[in-house]
């Protein structure tokens, strides 16, 4: 069972690995393909969207750290593992991702307080262009980095994902600021700018409160613990459930249930309920880390 364990927590970080680098050499790209962009095309908006994606070769460097140092063995400093790693990574990603979006919000207001739309650049047709290409490859990053987080239960890999949803958003904002500049409305810019902040840190303070509920051993949901419940519940011996407690542990979750068991039972007896019960926990739910299986006498 370990050893199928260790397996599994391998190709767990294998495909972590494989979608960062998937990440990181499409935002190189990308980067500088809107970079190029912008300056060709006299698009402020469009470099500033540009060094967004540059940002993201980071973001997904600190996920790259934070889940090889979550993936390490368990050592006498660290008895239970350092699966919490994976949260710190996911912190540090809301942070960025907050300042980011602050960053976008601050700049579109000096504009709109500003005042001086006339004195803004026409950007040009390639600017345009580039930020549809950005849109669509940001978004498709998205989804293809959301399905592998969840498939994984990879909460920085999840943060990596909603940080290339911002710039998906980032990139739309840049689209709606130069396609109204095009069209005489220079304030387009600076106005979708602002709303674009308020979506990034919604996104940051959801990636940011998920991480912290998992830093502080926050119980798992209520579905989550009545499927534990009933499972161990209709194993052969067991008479009933007096306790169920459940904690996060980083994106790995810890169980201790107390069992009622035939007190006249011999105690090899007992133990091959609680080992039957252990067992079948942890071969229908892949996140369970460790359980604690406790025998009351009935």
Known sequence: MEQEKRKEEQNTEKTAMRVSIVSILVNIVLALGKFAAGILASSGAMISDAVHSASDVFSTLVVIIGIRLSGKKADAEHPYGHERMECVAAIV??????ITGLEIGADGMRKILGGRYDELAVPG???L???VVSILVKEWMYWYTRFHAKKINSA???????HHRSDSLSSMGAF???LGARMGFPVMDSLASVA???LILKAAYDIFKDAIDKMVDKACDTDME???RELAASQQGVMGVDSLRTRAFGNRIYVDVEIIADGNLTLYESHAIAERVHDEIEAHFKEVKHIMVHVNPG
């Open 93 to 98: 990603l809301a942070v960025v991702l907050a």
């Open 125 to 127: 047709i390639l600017a």
């Open 129 to 131: 262009a580039a930020a």
């Open 156 to 162: 920085a890999l999840m943060a990596d994902a909603w």
């Open 176 to 178: 709606i600021g130069i």
């Open 196 to 198: 674009i902040c308020i």
């Open 226 to 228: 009545e499927r534990l």
